[in-house]
């Protein structure tokens, strides 16, 4: 296994043979034109990228050269994966061109970078590092594949995926480096912030279920398609939000539009479709609990210590000796044609289990150290003496809408009203009433509702007992209107009054606790 010298950028004379025999064609005119250069970099190492998952670990991993000017990363596509849909914008989001494939074989490389042993690695003129694009190698390790592209070092997690590898194929072992997971280290460096996750996510005082899902058939969201929907349903609004992690190649093979209006149902009931970027790690620190399958998302979050249960295990394509098929055997199991709220707050009050993460992360917290420790050497160059930390992944800046129409269920308690509002659905719960904003999409709601949010004026709601806008409350009959002072969100509040005046016969208060909120309020001139 060669390792190319830092003095320029062709490779040596002996290794011209063997360069053109895996497909290289080099000349003159294929080396970088110092010309043009600012920086006068030492070392050109090549990202490849071939799916959303394998370009995101690589983005990671390039953060073990930030703060060395000697080293530049160049970037490529693998086109050959029919999951590789969305990697040219996700580095086109960060400003990154990436070359063809079939260019950057053209010339010599200090070191290439995968995440992917798929990619044709083998004809790629550079010493190669091969790291895993999830949690781990959950579906085995392709041995075949990893001698096909005669990776100079393969970074593992955890030594049990290095003996794994070693008994697979002994030469390939060899290459073996256990260097951690940077992906885990980000995770766990992010714990800090998550209030301020939940609050960009508007889960608010809630709490927040995130549904994780991998591709193909034996995935959660081949096998429960619907339970998105079902749980958004289910589950009281002012308990509990909804997020879904789908695994890139399901919007890869399908495309966003149609995995959109799969999921429309449960997108109007306020479902949180998380990006692939980062926005589902984001989702997991976050998170109260997680539903999943035996994809990486499922682990990562399983390792956070947040209560987490399988909905389904693709047994088929797991390799038995993985960790995460051992979390498989031992772990809960939530029947999704089951009694949903039920079983997700006994999995919510579930301790979780934060040991896991040493069972499957090996060097935490140093993983992108150890990246660089391997990257260097393959390249003969000295490190820098810096050291490389991960850092937290970013606050999610995009705005997830909520529901505009609610059932309401709502009964006296003994000092008050308890409300409990579920996403509108065509599954009505028991003794149930409606709750629409006026501009909700479908102009049926707002009509049968009982309760009208976005105006306080009932004359163009003939059908309605109670409306409100902001903290103006108007109740059908009331000379006036009500303002109501409390840190509810007022529709609540309005559900409450009409149970209290409409249904139990009652004043209209003055002060009423509301789901154990004290309000108060007060009569205005008719506006």
Known sequence: MTIFPTSDF?????????????????SDSDSPDRRWATVATEAEVLAVAR???????????????????????????????????????????????????KHARRRAWHLVLAASENSPLDRLCAPVLLLPHGAGHGKGMAAERLVRCDPQAIGLAHADDAARLASLSPAVGAAARVVGDPCWDRLAASRHRRAAYREALGVGGSRLLVLSSTWGPFSLFHRHTDLAGRLTAALPWDSWRVAMVLHPGVRARHGDDTVSRWLRPALERGLLLLDTDDEWRAGLVAADAVIGDHGSVTLYAAALGVPTAFACFGWEEVDPEATIARLGRRGRYFAADG???????????????????????????????????????????????????????????????APTAWWFAAHETGDGIMVDRFPASETVPAGARLLAHVHDADPRRPAAATVVVGTADLTNHPGAYVAVDGTAITLRGFNGVLVAESGLDSALVAAALHTWV???????PRGLRVNGCSVQLAASPQR
Not at 11 to 20: G, H, K, Y
Not at 370 to 382: G, S
């Open 339 to 401: 009694p949903l709220a039920k079983q997700v707050e006994e999995l919510a009050g579930e301790p979780g289990d934060p040991a896991l993460a040493d069972q499957v992360f090996a060097h935490q917290g140093t993983a992108l150290d150890r990246i660089a420790d391997v990257a260097y050497e393959l390249m003969r160059l000295p490190r820098p003496r810096v050291e490389v930390a991960p850092i937290a992944v970013p606050i999610p800046r995009s705005a997830h809408a």
């Open 502 to 508: 409409f249904q139990l016969g009652r004043e209209v």
């Open 10 to 26: 062709r490779l040596p004379t002996s290794e011209l043979r063997s360069a053109e025999e895996r497909g290289c064609r080099l």
């Open 51 to 101: 799916t959303v998952p394998s370009a995101r670990r690589l983005l990671d991993v390039a953060e073990a050269f930030a703060g060395d000017p000697r080293v530049e990363i160049r970037w490529a596509v693998d086109p050959g994966s029919e999951l590789g849909g969305g990697v040219r914008e996700l580095l086109a989001a960060r400003r990154i061109r990436p070359l063809r494939l």
